[in-house]
């Protein structure tokens, strides 16, 4: 090839990198634990791309503020020789894993991690021993546990609620506040953050319905509105964040099954769009997505509708960066549906296409 025909090739074709796909890690319920995937978001088709990291049963994971480390929570019973869970950090080059720390966490059953918005504070929920922990993190490196807290509420669910169910973290638009909800306790614990040493004070508590089970906390982009899904009643609390005391204040209750409807539920995850004019929400048992107009400055609710899921136990779901397509985690179809998303409107396609993947638990786009 002559040097003015390299050069022409060089300008007329991409470089490999700059078509790589995109990459998607899933969490899976397996000894894999997270598995890769490659993804095409024009036709939102998802390609195989092996096991990122072996690491036994992995309910979720989530990146670093910069993206160059993931944490995952491992749910399993017992952890060098402890009765706890795991919690892991990798390091992420190329759409590779590579494992860095691995840490116990407060007790055992380890279901999720959240990290705060300046990455030096990770926090995990431990559903079966119901108490929840941080650690402090530098490049990556977990350090042992800095605070933990093991709940003791019980809510009048005999089946659900015998005990307290930590089961999600997360943190005030501010960093100010973290949260932790208690499935079991029918609560939400509001503690202030010192992102310096990880260290958590109790600032209060939200209580939800008895009975209600709260299972996550997601804050809308307006700073004061936040969305507390409650588990066991299949509803969704509307709330008012305070920024002068990190209270979560009750503004109104949404309803997510169809009237009539007295079969088995478990409300799940929230998913809100960027901009903050939609926000959707997941049914299990039923198997339903349930999406909403949300007015942006208000963070209110009106319904567009209920959608097919795609499987069974719509564990996860999770908008892709072009907000094009839908993703749901189908815990006990073993499948990942997608679905087609009008942007301008919000409205989900009905019928989508799934691609297999062995107890999907959580989803994440590189």
């Known amino acids: 090839m002559t040097a003015s025909a390299a050069t022409l090739a060089a300008t007329a074709l991409p470089s ?8 998607v890690f899933i969490g899976s319920g397996t000894p894999d634990g997270i598995l890769a995937y490659d993804w095409d978001p024009v036709s939102g088709e998802l390609t195989p791309a092996g096991t990122a990291a072996k690491i036994s049963t992995v309910d979720w994971i989530t990146f670093s503020p910069d993206r160059k480390f993931i944490y995952a929570a491992a749910e399993v019973d017992t952890f060098n020789g402890k009765p706890t869970g795991e919690v892991a950090s990798f390091s992420v080059h190329d759409g590779q894993l590579t494992p860095l720390y691995a840490e116990n966490s407060a007790s055992a059953g ?7 918005h300046t990455g030096r504070v990770l926090l995990s929920a431990d559903y079966g021993g119901g108490s929840a922990a ?13 605070w933990s807290e093991h709940y003791t509420a019980h809510g009048p669910n005999a089946d659900r609620q015998q005990s307290a169910h930590a ?28 992102t310096a040493t990880a260290a958590l004070t109790p600032a209060g508590t939200y209580h939800a319905a008895p009975g209600a089970g709260p299972r996550t906390l997601h804050f809308h982009p307006n700073g004061h509105t936040a969305y507390g899904m409650n588990e ?3 509803t969704v609390d509307v709330l008012k964040w305070s920024k002068a005391d ?23 995850d929230t998913v809100i769009s960027k901009d903050g004019r939609f926000v959707y929400f997941a049914n299990r048992d039923n198997d339903f997505l349930y999406s909403f107009k949300a007015d942006p400055a208000t963070g209110s609710l009106t319904a567009i509708g209920r959608s097919n899921c795609g499987g069974k136990i719509p564990r996860n779901f999770a908008l892709d960066p072009t907000e094009h397509w839908m993703l749901v985690a189908n815990q006990d179809s073993n499948l990942i549906s997608v679905f087609a998303r009008n942007p301008e409107t919000g409205v989900l396609a009905e019928k989508g296409k799934s691609f297999p993947a062995p107890t999907p638990m959580c989803i994440l786009f590189a």
């Open 232 to 234: 066991l009643n299949s």
């Open 16 to 23: 490999l990198a700059a078509v790589r796909r995109p990459r």
């Open 110 to 116: 380890t279901c999720h991690v959240a990290l705060d």
């Open 246 to 268: 990190g209270s979560l204040t009750l503004v109104t209750h949404i309803e997510l099954l169809p009237e009539g409807y007295h079969g088995p539920t478990r409300a799940c």
């Open 167 to 194: 089961h999600f973290a997360s943190f005030s638009p501010d960093n100010r506040f973290a949260y932790i909800n208690d499935l079991g306790g029918d609560c939400i614990h509001i503690y202030s953050l010192n």
């Open 134 to 146: 941080s650690f402090l993190v530098t490049d990556g490196k977990l350090s042992p546990v800095v």
